[in-house]
Each structure stands twice: as C-alpha cells, then as structure tokens.
C-alpha cells in the first residue's frame, strides 16, 4: 500500500492481493507438479491458464480505468509522465500464456519432452514474477500518490468502487 493512503482511495492493494495469492499459489503448485505425469501436467496448465488471463484481465481494468485517466488528467494538465503510459509495455502477459498453451502439445509427447518444458516453464515464471511483483508495487508507491495528487477524494472513491467491481464481474 502506498504510504498515507486510505483505504476509501486505495485502488490498487485489494486487486494487487489478488495478485499476489495468484503468484504464491502458482510457486507453490510449481514446486508440487510432476511434469512427468499427463494428468498432473494438465491440472497445473488449466489452472497457470486461467491465472494468466486473470492477469491480462487485471492488466486490462488498470489500462481503461486507472492509466487512462491519469494519463489524460496529466495531458490536461501539460505534465509529462511517460511511466504512466508505459507501465504495462513490458510485462509479457501474452507471451506467458502462449508458452502455457505450449504445454497442452506436450500430453502426445515423450516423458523428457515434458521434463524439458517443465524446466522451461520455471525458468520463465522465476524471470516473469521477478517483474511482477516490483510492477505491482511500483504502481502502489507511483501511482498511487499521483492520483492522490490529481484527482478529488470523492473521484478516487468513485474510481476504487469501479476497478473493484470490474475485477468482482470477471
Ligand atoms: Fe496492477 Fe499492472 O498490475
């Protein structure tokens, strides 16, 4: 959470524990997953596919209700700010989820086929929430405070009420 802010106004640490939950339950059924074994193998992927949407999804509330409105707050105002437009630039939301729908290929393939992709697959998540977790809270510590700085208390609660809603109706 970023410093000084109230909850009413705070768009971002309830999505973000979200997130976060997504991340440790995905560590964990990476360390448990016999990628070996078809059935196992196919339970992770189900399961990494639809963590990976929901975080396009996240991506997606964050882009319409939340940077380009203070991308464009900040163009009425003449700042410059290219963080505020870049901030989702890098984060490979899609590769990752075409290296998930990789795996599906895998279950008519041989057992080293699969320990291979396994090892790839770790790699890539290792490397992928290296960059989540610091995007997260740069955005808690970043943004936060410049919406808090442009935009009226009552704005912000009418802001939070939206993004919340949106990740609930997905
Ligand atoms: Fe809240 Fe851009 O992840």
Same mark, same amino acid.
């Given at each position: ?20 939950? +997504?991340?440790?339950?995905? $560590? ?5 997953? @016999? ?5 196992? /193998? %196919?339970? =992770? #992927? ?27 707050? +900040?163009?009425?105002?003449? $700042? ?5 437009? @870049? ?5 490979? /939301? %899609?590769? =990752? #989820? ?49 919406? =808090? ?22």
């Amino acid at each position: 959470m970023a410093p000084d802010c109230p909850e009413e106004v705070d768009v971002f640490t309830v999505p973000h524990s979200r997130m976060k939950e +997504l991340v440790h339950k995905y $560590i964990d059924m990476m360390m448990n997953t @016999n990628f070996s074994d078809v059935r196992n /193998l %196919t339970n =992770m #992927l189900e399961n990494l596919y639809n963590t990976f949407k929901e975080f396009k999804t996240h991506e997606q509330i964050e882009n319409k209700y939340i940077m380009k409105r203070l991308k464009d707050k +900040l163009k009425k105002l003449s $700042i410059k700010n290219t963080a505020v437009c @870049n901030c989702h630039s890098d984060n490979r /939301l %899609t590769e =990752m #989820l075409l290296l998930v729908k990789d795996g599906y290929k895998l279950t008519r393939k041989s057992e080293a086929d699969r320990m291979n992709y396994g090892t790839q697959l770790r790699k890539e998540l290792e490397e992928f929430t290296e960059k989540f977790i610091p995007h997260m809270e740069e955005e808690e510590s970043v943004f936060q405070p410049l919406l =808090m700085k442009y935009f009226t208390f009552e704005e912000l609660k009418q802001l939070k009420n939206t993004v919340i809603q949106q990740h609930v109706q997905q």
